[in-house]
Each structure stands twice: as structure tokens, then as C-alpha cells.
């Protein structure tokens, strides 16, 4: 019974939460309906917690009359259905199981504000040199982020190299000869590991680091919850599957972010991250056969392809690379949008954001008109992500190594 009743308050408590954000916005609308930044709030709870929010708003509106009855009724089915759900699935239904203000199950902010001090100025430090000596650097460390995130969670297991008990990560096609950054990684965690041995995760770090990044691009910052614990094992076969491929289609796109619990929002806020970077020709190979005026359609422009086109047949070398951005390539703005809606979206699954479908286009031409807007989503979509699936508690362990598990 104590069971019952606590997770009985647990998902009251977040219901109540998500009702107590929307109580004074009337405009409830769905998570994918593209209006301001206001009326999305609603869309941030999930489905299961907006429906006991809406309950919960019946009984504290309605009088005492048959809908307030029918509300109460309403109310306690959806506790108890909610309950037997949690208690009696394999596996959530998403990763990402919570509300904006809820973010992160055990995550808490300052976890290591008495334990490692420190930790967060070091990690800043060892960015800080990392991208002054090769600004590329910058969009590499958030890509790891993202890429281990979208593989089981954020638990660090893309920087696992290969074992006697498993394929890594790292030689998943995705991966291949394309992430970089693990070297920056092994000196933050060597300093830690110095200071306050066995305390940090390496999981925590790439979130931090994410976090870093943008920042020192000139983006936004967020406070990053912390807590994750370091996997025990990685798999090639689940990278291979789940990292969203630069040539897919929107609705593979989609697919890929709402299997791991994240929304169309979140995937066109989070694609915003290739303001920066670069990419190698043969990740947009398809957008350079569109260089003929037959070719082109309202999307496409003509001269940014037939430049593409230039840079990469100057090279028989697959390691020839082009700016994601080409307008601000080491700057962490909103230029990234302009371009899709010029035509100069560098990768296919980029474009496809403005030319297949019309709730992505229409958060694209937002944020190519309001900076601030597009800063605010981003981060909130990076706290989203970075609570996807982590190993806490006593899950998972705290790595010396980042490479190698204890």
C-alpha cells in the first residue's frame, strides 16, 4: 500500500506541475502545433501527465455538480491506470517521461557543488583551450553529446572502445571516422580523476561539455543537471540504428527523435546545433545532384550547389569538408535557419525541415526571425535530451576511464 500511495504523489505531483504552468494560458495546444513560445508551454508535459493535469483542472474550476463528480472519477482512473503502467511495463514508453520543471528523474542541479567543487571550472577550462586551438572543436564535443544520448541514453557509452565483451560505439556507421573530441575528454576526466577520484561521471561530463561549447560560441547557457551514472557496455547495432543518418527523410527524422522521446519541436530546436561544424561531401552527396536549373526547385539555390559542387569534385578525398554554415561557421546563432529558407541547407535531412513539412517550416521561419526564441528552445531541448534514459542510483558505476569500464 505505501508503494501505491507514494507513486500515487510522485505522478500527482508532476501532473500538478504541468497544471499549475498552464493554469493562466486558456490556449491549450498540441506539442507539435507551431505557435509562441506561450502557447507551447502546454505541449512541454507529456500526454500522460496532461491528462491528469486536465483532471486536475475540472476539479479545481468545476462546482459541486455532476462534472465535478465525473472529473474526480476521471482523476482516479487515470492515477490507476497510470500506476499499473509503471509498475507492470518492461520499459517507459519513451525515455523521456517527464515535464519541462521535472526534467531528469534523480538529475539535480549542483550535485557536486560539496564532492568536486571544482569540477565544472575544470571542465570549462580543458573546452575553453580545446576549441581556441581548433574552433572545429566546438561543434565535435556537442556532437558527442547527441550521439550518445540517442544510443540508450545519456550514459556515456559512446566513448566505451571495443572490449572482449562487446562492439563499441565508435565504429558504428554513424560514428566512423567522424567523431572526434575523445582525446579533450580523456584530459578533463584525468584532472578530475586527480582532484576528486571516482566522483565524476563521464556521462556528466559530456553533458557539461555540450553546455560549454555553445556557450563559448556565443549561445546560450543552461544550468545542466547532473547525476548520470557511466554504462557498463555500449552496442554498435543500436548506434547503427537509432543516430538520425544526414540523408534521411522527415519522417524517418520524426521517427528517430520520438523513439527516444523527443518531439518535432525539440528535433527542429536541436537541429539548429549545425550553426556549426562541418560535414563531409559524402553526407550531402544527394543535394549535389540538384545543381541543374531542371533540378532546381522553390528550395534549392542554384549557386550554393553548384559551389558544393566545386569544393567537392576539387578532391577525389572522402576527408573533404564544407561549412554547415557558411555564413557564420564558428558562431552559435540563428543563421542556421536563415539559410534553410534561402536554400542553403547543407545536408539533406537539414532542408528537409523547410520543404516536407509545414509545423517544422514554420518553427524554422521563427527562429530565423527571433534569435532569443530559437536560444530558449535550444537549451530546453538540450535539458530534454540530456535526461534521456540515465543510469542512476545504484545503475550503472562511475568510470576512472572514460575508454574502458572499471
Not at 192 to 212: H, K, Q, Y
Not at 272 to 277: D, L, Q, V, Y
Request: with cysteine.
Amino acid at each position: 500500500m505505501e508503494w501505491f500511495k507514494t507513486h500515487i504523489r510522485q505522478n500527482l505531483r508532476i501532473s500538478l506541475n504541468c497544471h499549475n504552468r498552464t493554469h493562466n494560458n486558456r490556449r491549450r495546444v498540441s506539442v507539435y502545433n507551431i505557435k509562441s513560445k506561450r502557447e507551447r508551454d502546454y505541449g512541454k508535459c507529456t500526454r500522460k501527465h496532461m491528462a491528469l493535469a486536465e483532471a486536475i483542472n475540472n476539479i479545481t474550476t468545476c462546482t459541486k455538480t455532476l462534472q465535478c463528480k465525473m472529473a474526480k472519477c476521471l482523476l482516479g482512473f487515470c492515477l490507476m491506470i497510470l500506476v499499473l503502467a509503471n509498475a507492470f511495463a518492461k520499459t517507459p514508453t519513451t525515455l523521456n517521461e517527464t515535464c519541462v520543471d521535472d526534467i531528469g528523474f534523480d538529475l539535480q542541479f549542483n550535485i557536486y557543488q560539496e564532492s568536486c567543487p571544482e569540477a565544472e571550472a575544470i571542465i570549462f577550462s580543458w573546452v575553453e583551450t580545446a576549441i581556441s586551438e581548433d574552433p572545429r572543436m566546438a561543434a565535435s564535443l556537442l556532437r558527442l553529446h547527441f550521439h550518445d544520448c540517442f544510443v540508450n541514453g545519456c550514459d556515456a557509452s559512446v566513448l566505451l572502445d571495443d572490449s572482449d565483451n562487446f562492439v563499441g560505439e565508435k565504429t558504428a556507421p554513424p560514428n566512423l571516422n567522424s567523431l572526434r573530441g575523445f582525446e579533450v575528454i580523456d584530459d578533463i576526466k584525468s584532472e578530475l580523476e586527480s582532484v576528486c577520484p571516482e566522483t565524476v561521471s563521464c556521462a556528466d561530463i559530456l553533458a557539461t561539455i555540450a553546455r560549454d561549447t555553445v556557450v563559448l560560441s556565443g549561445g546560450p547557457s543552461w544550468e545542466v543537471q547532473m547525476g548520470r551514472k557511466d554504462s557498463l557496455s555500449a552496442s554498435k547495432a543500436a548506434a547503427s540504428n537509432n543516430i538520425p543518418a544526414p540523408n534521411s527523410t522527415m519522417a524517418t527524422l520524426i521517427a528517430n527523435f520520438q523513439n527516444v522521446g523527443l518531439t518535432l519541436d525539440d528535433m527542429v530546436a536541436l537541429s539548429g546545433g549545425h550553426t556549426i561544424g562541418k560535414a563531409r561531401c559524402s553526407t550531402f552527396s544527394s543535394r549535389l545532384q540538384q545543381g541543374t536549373r531542371s533540378s532546381n526547385g522553390p528550395d534549392v539555390d542554384l549557386d550554393f550547389i553548384q559551389s558544393l559542387q566545386r569544393l567537392c569534385s576539387e578532391s577525389e578525398s572522402t576527408t573533404t569538408l564544407a561549412h554547415l554554415d557558411l555564413a557564420t561557421p564558428a558562431t552559435f546563432d540563428n543563421q542556421y535557419y536563415i539559410n534553410l529558407l534561402s536554400g542553403e541547407g547543407l545536408l539533406p535531412s537539414d532542408q528537409a525541415l523547410v520543404t516536407d513539412d509545414e509545423r517544422s517550416r514554420g518553427l524554422v521561419e521563427s527562429y530565423a526571425e527571433d534569435p532569443l526564441l530559437f536560444f530558449d528552445d535550444f537549451k530546453n531541448s538540450m535539458l530534454r535530451m540530456g535526461s534521456l534514459g540515465p543510469l542512476t542510483g545504484n545503475s550503472g558505476e562511475i568510470r576512472r576511464n572514460c575508454r574502458v569500464v572499471n
